[in-house]
């Protein structure tokens, strides 16, 4: 029974190791939690049985078995998510090399526990009690980093100011492994010698402690930049307020000054009315209207969205762009403003960059509203020339390779406030719904 036990002991650690890769990108399952573990468990233990059955049976080492199992285990995780593989694969090699790092450690507990057995029996795989022991602490760094995994891993995730990090993130977790693989004596009787075991016990958890400081080090730079990003986003959108407040401000000073101008313009109307000169009273009025002002009237109430499209009209404006908005928000609207004005900035300038490569039958339409007290509703359409490459509903950037950071930071903001969106484009026509949800209620 203990032939068969301890190898799959030693693989059954598959399991914690993919529970803790799966804890920071729940929001980015293609389907539900409870029916993703109801396959995926019973079939990863199924493998880990089988692996240590076949341990068992070949008389071999675990390690080319679970090597085996890993890499289409990190594909069957990838192929599960709606992330990039930069982003998973960097997560399962995260997780990978804390394993590996207690891998090592408990390897050594299991030299002292296999003092008095053969070396050819003792190097196959771990003994029961190191086995347990193996499994035992995966599991303690499970929940010690559940918390963590669940929220500042999974707003660096959804982070896209962090998104080229993810590119040179794997970097450090394969050099641990390649250390803790290294480290492997290719003799078992090797780590008797000396002082060798307490140099290899004393080497992994030096391994390990390094390992879990630089992850939080990454954690709080992460963290850092993403206060540091959410704060110049408030930054400019208070620029906007202020652009917008001007603008408003100016349109107020122009309509004062129009008003008290109508009494002059009244007194020589009457005057050229009473000469009879019908003439000189057409040419004084096409004066006057082209001197009549623009006058520039706030599109709601809410400061913020008032703000984000007072200044996407304004651009709209200068390009000759149709620019309709439909805004009916209060002062106070159920959702986060710098989210929603996120929303609102990347849609408009998608659509803007679209209209912008039209020479004909360019417009922008905006609408948004409340509905009840939990939902705000968004809606632009606008019309588009060309092609659009989509790939499972991902949009491609008409600017970049990969996928237009626009479209995915309005997927993200609205995953994130438990709401939804969708994209549709039909007869030269794009038009962008989004519904954003109060969380608190």
């Known amino acids: 029974m203990n032939a068969i036990l301890s190898p799959t002991l030693e693989l059954t650690v598959l399991l914690p190791g993919m529970l803790l890769a799966y804890l920071p990108v729940i ?94 029996r003792a190097a196959l795989w771990f003994q029961p009690a190191a086995g347990i022991l193996y499994n035992g602490i995966c599991l303690l760094f499970l929940l010690a980093a559940w918390y963590p995994a669940t929220h500042s891993v999974q707003m660096m995730i959804e982070d896209q100011n962090f998104a ?48 879990i400081l630089f992850y939080a080090m990454f954690l709080l730079m992460a963290n850092s930049l993403n206060r540091n990003a959410r704060l110049q986003q408030a930054n400019h959108f208070l620029l906007l307020q202020q652009t917008r407040y001007d603008s408003l401000r100016t349109a107020i000073e122009e309509a004062r000054q129009a008003r008290h101008d109508m009494r002059h313009h009244f007194l020589q109307l009457s005057a050229l009315a009473e000469q009879g000169d019908i003439e000189k009273i057409r040419t004084y009025l096409a004066g006057a ?24 009209c304004a651009l709209a404006g200068r390009a000759q762009i149709p620019f309709s908005a439909q805004i009916d928000l209060p002062a106070r609207i159920p959702v986060d403003e710098i989210d929603m004005c996120l929303v609102l900035s990347n ?72 709401g939804d969106c969708s994209f549709t484009h039909e007869a030269g026509v794009f038009t962008a719904r989004i519904m954003l949800r109060c969380t608190s209620i």
């Open 289 to 312: 209207t082209s001197k009549i002002p623009n006058l520039t009237v706030p599109f709601c109430e809410n400061q913020a969205a008032d703000s984000v499209v007072g200044y996407y």
């Open 27 to 120: 929001p980015c399952l293609k389907q539900s939690p409870r029916r993703l573990a109801a396959w995926l468990a019973p079939l990863l233990l199924a493998l880990c049985i089988a692996g240590g059955m076949l341990c068992c049976a070949l008389e071999c080492p675990t390690r080319p078995v679970l090597f085996a199992l890993l890499l289409p285990a990190m594909m069957l995780y990838h192929k599960t998510l709606r992330i990039s593989l930069w982003k998973s694969g960097s997560i399962f090699l995260a997780v990978c090399a804390v394993f590996a790092c207690v891998n090592s450690f408990c390897r050594a507990i299991n030299a002292v526990l296999a003092a008095g057995l053969p070396s050819s």
């Open 164 to 211: 080229h990090t993810w590119y040179i993130f794997w970097i450090l977790p394969m050099l641990f492994i390649g250390l803790n693989i290294f480290m492997v004596p290719t003799c078992h009787d090797t780590l008797y010698t000396g002082r060798i075991l307490q140099i290899y016990i004393v080497l992994s958890l030096i391994l390990l402690v390094i390992l």
């Open 347 to 418: 849609l408009l300038e998608n659509a803007l960059e679209a209209s912008l490569r039209m020479e004909s039958g360019r417009y922008i339409r905006v609408e948004v509203s409340c509905h009840f007290t939990h939902l705000l509703l968004i809606q632009v359409e606008n019309a588009f020339a060309g092609t659009l490459q989509e790939t499972n509903g991902i949009f491609r950037s008409s600017k970049r390779p990969d996928d237009g950071i626009g479209i995915q930071s309005v997927r993200r903001i609205a995953e994130k406030n438990g």
